[in-house]
């Protein structure tokens, strides 16, 4: 059964940084690109960042270049996402999501993880 | 990338058919069959419940299908049941993939 477990949310500053974490299970976690999806409170899906299998290739949406950084190790099964320079825009529930195979899609997703950005 | 469109809000009476419209652009929508729609119940994370415009991933009802025509994909869920209240995103593929606005399915 495939598993996606996020860890790491919480609460921050303005300005502060958070690094959550998705731990891979049930599937060959190198054999596929990963996806960071957000979602502010009330609001509809963003996709945030994705990367290649190896780690090579690496996507961001124009609002979080240079803040986020997406990074993998499949050594142990998990996807990272460190998010620097936080703004309150990014309050929101962070999944974490495993690319179909076209990768037009996310057919599996964790169950996702708080992020408040709040003075 | 803009998000696509999508109605606020769907309702009909259990067994009744329903049918979700999203609309994008000769650039997302019109130009790939990368259409995908997922299914969000309050509080859950979405649940992938079409791909590639109309197929079903293994073990979802045959009671959701998906269909395209130009810039504008369509979710038709038939045979309406409690269960299948929740928000809808259609989701399309650009080089990245943009989501739908959402929409709210009410079982009335």
Not at chain 1, 36 to 65: C, F, H, M, T
Not at chain 2, 55 to 76: D, E, I, Y
Request: hydrophobic share 30%; net charge neutral.
């Amino acid at each position: 059964e495939v598993q996606l477990v996020e860890s790491g949310g919480g609460l921050v500053q303005p300005g502060g940084s958070l690094r959550l974490s998705c731990a891979a299970s049930g599937f060959t976690f190198s054999n596929y690109w990963m996806s960071w999806v957000r979602q502010a409170p009330g609001k509809g899906l963003e996709w945030v960042a994705n990367i290649k299998q190896d780690g090579s290739e690496k996507y961001y949406v124009d609002s979080v270049k240079g803040r986020f950084t997406i990074s993998r190790d499949n050594a142990k099964n998990s996807l990272y996402l460190q998010m620097n320079s936080l703004r309150a825009e990014d309050t929101a529930v962070y999944y974490c999501a495993r690319d179909s195979v076209t990768g037009a899609n996310f057919d599996y997703w964790g169950q996702g993880t708080l992020v408040t950005v709040s003075s | 990338q803009s998000a696509l469109t999508q109605p606020a809000s769907v309702s009909g009476s259990p067994g009744q058919s329903i049918t979700i419209s999203c609309t994008g652009t000769s650039s997302d929508v019109g130009a790939y069959n990368y259409v995908s729609w997922y299914r969000q119940h309050p509080g859950k994370a979405p649940k992938l419940m079409i791909y590639d415009v109309s197929n079903r991933p293994s073990g979802v009802s045959n009671r959701f299908s998906g269909s395209k025509s130009g810039n504008t994909a369509s979710l038709t869920i038939s045979g309406l049941q409690a269960e299948d209240e929740a928000d809808y995103y259609c989701g399309s593929y650009t080089s990245i993939v943009v989501f739908g606005t959402g929409t709210k399915v009410t079982v009335l």
